[in-house]
């Protein structure tokens, strides 16, 4: 059974930080590709940042270029996601995604991914 578990959400301040965290289990997850996607009140499902196999290759959203850092421990098939310097348009659900790549590349697309966490929430005030 796949498993993607977020972690590390919570109550913030504008300008605080925050670091998510995805476990994952069930598949190999050094084969995968990760993502973190996240949905606010009212507005679309978009992705926040990607990052490859190996975590050699990353992508980040325009809207949180800068604030934001992925990254990956292999050994512990684990993602992460940094947020600094949150502002209130963060307010979100934040997801991690797994998709399965032959490939050390980076995977935007949400309808690339495999699998799918239940999500943690972001809540920024100002």
């Known amino acids: 059974q796949v498993q993607l578990v977020e972690s590390g959400g919570g109550l913030a301040q504008a300008g605080g930080s925050l670091r998510l965290s995805c476990a994952v289990s069930?598949?190999?997850?050094?084969?995968?590709?990760m993502g973190w996607f996240r949905q606010a009140p009212g507005k679309g499902h978009e992705i926040v940042a990607a990052i490859s196999r190996s975590g050699a290759n990353t992508y980040y959203a325009n809207s949180v270029t800068g604030r934001a850092t992925i990254s990956r421990d292999n050994a512990k098939d684990t993602v992460y996601l940094q947020m600094n310097s949150l502002k209130f348009e963060d307010t979100a659900d934040y997801y991690c995604?797994?998709?399965?790549?032959?490939?050390?590349?980076?995977?935007?697309?949400?309808?690339?991914?495999?699998?799918w966490g239940q999500g943690t929430h972001i809540t920024v005030s100002s």
């Open positions: 069930g598949v190999i997850f050094g084969r995968y590709a």
């Open positions: 995604a797994a998709s399965l790549v032959t490939w050390d590349v980076v995977i935007t697309s949400g309808a690339d991914y495999d699998y």
